[in-house]
């Protein structure tokens, strides 16, 4: 069972995207995990860009982004859908990368992949004019 992301395409600097994430193949309850967005960049390392806590224990998710995209992108989730999302405004050139999405049984470390796994399909994004 792994994680499909959706959403990406080409898109001007200063413009939005909102990428969607959700299980194939049915299997697990998103609520139980913590879930992340990643990107990578032709020729560059993988980098986690945000991370939702779960929600399993109750009360409203934790949210945490790296410093390049904070006031920008917005990190949410409907557990009823199964599914994470990713706003993505104010576009940049070097937000352009492949993004994906994946499960973690918490954010900690997440900035370097830290536990997270089921890592599936990437969406594309590119930024250009």
């Known amino acids: 069972v792994q994680l499909q992301a959706s959403g990406g395409g080409l898109v001007q600097p200063g413009g939005s995207l909102r990428l969607s994430c959700t299980t194939s193949g049915g299997g697990f309850i998103l609520d139980y995990f913590a879930l992340g967005w990643f990107r990578q960049a032709p020729g560059k390392e993988r980098e986690g860009v945000s991370c939702i806590s779960s929600t399993i224990s109750g009360g409203e998710s934790n949210t945490y982004y790296i410093d390049s995209v904070k006031g920008r992108f917005t990190i949410s989730r409907n557990n009823g859908l199964n599914t994470v999302y990713l706003q993505m405004n104010s576009l940049k050139p070097e937000d352009a990368a492949v993004y994906y999405c994946?499960?973690?049984?918490?954010?900690?470390?997440?900035?370097?992949?830290?536990?997270?796994?089921?890592w599936g399909r990437g969406t594309l994004v590119t930024v250009s004019s």
């Open positions: 994946a499960r973690g049984p918490y954010c900690a470390g997440y900035v370097h992949g830290g536990e997270f796994g089921s």
